[in-house]
Antibody, heavy 120, light 112 residues
Framework: QITLKESGPTLVKPTQTLTLTCTFS??????????VVWIRQPPGKALEWLTL???????KYSPSLKSRLSITKDTSKNQVVLTMTNMDPVDTATYYC????????????WGQGTLVTVSS | DVVMTQPPLSSPVTLGQPASISCRSS???????????LSWLQQRPGQPPRLLIY???NRSSGVPDRFSGSGAGTDFTLKISRVEAEDVGVYYC?????????FGGGTKVEIK
């Protein structure tokens, strides 16, 4: 059974750095063709892709947010960590991590998401 | 970036009747490898998205066969052959042919 779960702060102040952890089970990020993505969704709005890390540690970032994002993985712990700097109220959203399968370029298993509010 | 465009609302549909959702991309989604990486996701109220369809027309595991996808190039359609109450929600198309991955704005399906 494949599961993913996001964890981290629910409230951050403007200009602070957000760190979210995705802990997953049922698959390995050392398996060829597997990746983990972060996607966010502001309240009542559409989905926005943020970043992707591949099994071989290659990384992709949204161009509009690239300067603020960092993604890393700890294969032994089955975790992926997202860091986003200089948080702003417009970054208030539910943040999801999900599994990405490169051969089909699909996002199949999603975490439940974690709502992060940016407010002073 | 590839812009994905969807109508925000579909016409309210009667239970048991068909529904159709369109998605248009700002450029062709045919990859250099010949595949078209267009997916459809369903998001029920209060839930994370769920993969329904990938590569235009392939149903994900466990997805009922009343869901089908079609299209090519820049125009794509998700069809529900007989809408059930559990199909209420927002449907997103997503392209993964090129980075950045992009999503449509979502189409809300409501029951009449």
């Amino acid at each position: 059974q494949i599961t993913l779960k996001e964890s981290g702060p629910t409230l951050v102040k403007p200009t602070q750095t957000l760190t979210l952890t995705c802990t997953f089970s049922g698959f390995s990020l050392s398996t060829s063709g597997v990746g983990v993505v972060w996607i966010r969704q502001p309240p009542g709005k559409a989905l926005e892709w943020l970043t992707l890390i591949y099994w071989d540690d290659d990384k992709k970032y949204s161009p509009s947010l690239k300067s603020r994002l960092s993604i890393t993985k700890d294969t032994s712990k089955n975790q992926v960590v997202l860091t986003m700097t200089n948080m702003d109220p417009v970054d208030t959203a539910t943040y999801y991590c999900a599994r990405f399968i490169t051969i089909f370029c699909l996002v199949d298993y999603w975490g439940q998401g974690t709502l992060v509010t940016v407010s002073s | 970036d590839v812009v994905m465009t969807q109508p925000p609302l579909s016409s309210p549909v009667t239970l048991g009747q068909p529904a159709s959702i369109s998605c248009r991309s700002s450029q062709s989604l045919v990859h250099n490898d010949g595949n078209t990486y267009l997916s459809w996701l369903q998001q029920r109220p209060g839930q994370p998205p769920r993969l329904l369809i990938y590569k235009i027309s392939n149903r994900s595991s466990g997805v009922p066969d009343r869901f089908s996808g079609s299209g090519a190039g820049t125009d794509f359609t998700l069809k529900i052959s007989r809408v059930e109450a559990e199909d209420v929600g927002v449907y997103y198309c997503m392209q993964a042919t090129q980075f950045p991955l992009t999503f449509g704005g979502g189409t809300k399906v409501e029951i009449k």
